[in-house]
T-cell receptor
């Protein structure tokens, strides 16, 4: 089955800096890669996603890049703000109808 | 956006009792629902996939007789933790997907189970 590795496990940045979180996946057949933000005790919230036919996607301060050959994808957050502090999970999905397989998460702390 | 609810949000029970958790899609019909388990400061681990009207598919290592899943309608799936023990204490989260053409999964708010 699919396996998703995520790093770093923790990331501390100063407000205004950029943050990058990286994930690798094992199954080349995976075709959908979402990123979720989870605040303590709350549900994961989808922040951005990318499909395998696209190499990059951007939404304001958030961007995701995908390298299918290397089987890795990354989340980029620019101009970080304290409210960006949360746990971020990457995920991969093999095909429509199957479940998301999550990475272990990255705890992002943005200090002002 | 699509809304998924879970009930209860929090439950405390004695060891040996059974607990039922409901997951509802409020404004769409969910052909598939997924159940995840999350331990403190850890990732979401997939427990099972349930399709409306059929038996759930459990992940390796998840006891189907202990974690009973029923997906009787397009808007409701239930997870029953039978004969709960302290090691079953966890955060249980469901997610729902509308149909096979939809990538997005919508998560419920989760249920915090504490078994004494």
């Amino acid at each position: 089955g699919e396996n998703v590795e995520q790093h770093p496990s923790t990331l501390s940045v100063q407000e205004g800096d950029s943050a990058v979180i990286k994930c690798t996946y094992s199954d080349s057949a995976s075709n959908y890669f979402p990123w979720y933000k989870q605040e303590l005790g709350k549900r994961p919230q989808l922040i951005i996603d990318i499909r395998s036919n696209v190499g990059e996607k951007k939404d304001q301060r958030i961007a995701v890049t995908l390298n299918k050959t290397a089987k890795h994808f990354s989340l980029h957050i620019t101009e970080t703000q304290p409210e960006d502090s949360a746990v971020y999970f990457c995920a991969a999905r093999l095909q429509a109808g199957t479940a998301l397989i999550f990475g272990k998460g990255t705890t992002l702390s943005v200090s002002s | 956006g699509a809304v998924v609810s879970q009930h209860p949000s929090r439950v405390i029970c004695k060891s040996g009792t059974s607990v039922k958790i409901e997951c509802r899609s409020l404004d769409f019909q969910a052909t598939t629902m997924f159940w995840y388990r999350q331990f403190p400061k850890q990732s979401l681990m997939l427990m099972a996939t349930s399709n409306e009207g059929s038996k759930a598919t459990y992940e390796q290592g998840v006891e189907k007789d202990k974690f009973l899943i029923n997906h009787a309608s397009l808007t409701l799936s239930t997870l029953t933790v039978t004969s709960a023990h302290p090691e079953d204490s966890s955060f249980y989260i469901c997610s729902a997907r509308a149909d096979t053409s939809t990538d997005t999964q919508y998560f419920g708010p989760g249920t915090r189970l504490t078994v004494l």
